[in-house]
Nanobody
Framework: VQLVESGGGLVQTGGSLRLSCATS????????IAWFRQAPGKEREGVSC???????FAAATAKDRFFIYSARSKNTVYLQMDNLRPGDTAVYYC??????????????????????WGQGTQVTVSS
């Protein structure tokens, strides 16, 4: 399974970015995908996750500002990020697990819940 993130960049406070996660190499469509982020000197943290059926989950820091959605026909999941703040500066990673539910077997918020990861894309928000 391969995941490739894109869409990161430099944006001013209050700006928007849309991250993309293109997946390939999986033989089943019953998978869920999450976005994580890692700021310098901090642990990787969960941002949002989407089930196979489209139901989504979000961390408190992401609610009302970030929106996760998928285009299954394109094997791509997106993270629309609005009203960005300097505290959102981090490398953003997408991750996949081949079960249909984000919370199946283990909560999506744990990095160990996912077996496949992308290489990450840098998001920098200037003040």
């Amino acid at each position: 399974v391969q995941l490739v993130e894109s869409g990161g960049g430099l944006v001013q406070t209050g700006g928007s970015l849309r991250l993309s996660c293109a997946t390939s190499g999986h033989t089943s469509d019953d998978y869920s995908i999450a976005w994580f982020r890692q700021a310098p000197g901090k642990e990787r943290e969960g941002v949002s996750c989407i089930n196979h059926d489209g139901k989504s989950f979000a961390a408190a820091t992401a609610k009302d500002r970030f929106f996760i959605y998928s285009a299954r026909s394109k094997n791509t999941v997106y993270l629309q990020m609005d009203n960005l703040r300097p505290g959102d500066t981090a490398v953003y990673y997408c991750a996949l697990k081949i079960v249909p539910g984000c919370n199946q077997y283990r909560s999506w918020y744990h990095t160990t819940s996912f077996g496949s990861w992308g290489q990450g894309t840098q998001v920098t928000v200037s003040s």
